[in-house]
């Protein structure tokens, strides 16, 4: 199973985005979800997660107020919207899957299942 990650582009600062997640045939059920993203040089950053047992989400400083993640269960996506978006938001985006568990962490290593990223530019 590979999750397909698609949205991403070239936008300018201000503009907003929404990322989608899906993989076909395959329901996310109650798994963990979680977008991440990482640009040039950096480390893996989370940015959004959500349990699929207690529907708890939660956001990085970097993405509170900005972006926003949901999943649409008929469809079997994931989305992450993103609002506002700046220069330093440039990166690679990508989804990710991981065990059915209460609450949701940014750890990189809980998941199990990757998409293949989608590039946002964030750039005037």
């Known amino acids: 199973v590979q999750l397909q990650a698609s949205g991403g582009g070239l936008v300018q600062p201000g503009e907003s985005l929404t990322l989608s997640c899906a993989a076909p045939?395959?329901?996310?059920?109650?798994?963990?979800i979680g977008w991440f993203r990482q640009a040039p040089g950096k480390e893996r950053e989370g940015l959004s997660c959500m349990s699929g047992v207690d529907r708890s989400r939660r956001y990085a400083d970097s993405a509170k107020g900005r972006f926003t993640l949901s999943k649409d269960n008929a469809k079997n996506t994931v989305f992450l919207q993103m609002t506002n978006l700046r220069p330093d938001d440039t990166a690679v985006y990508y989804c990710?899957?991981?065990?059915?568990?209460?609450?949701?962490?940014?750890?990189?290593?809980?998941?199990?299942?990757w998409g293949q990223g989608t590039l946002v530019t964030v750039s005037s």
């Open positions: 990710a899957t991981g065990k059915t568990r209460f609450g949701c962490t940014f750890v990189p290593g809980d998941y199990e299942l």
């Open positions: 045939g395959y329901p996310f059920g109650r798994d963990t």
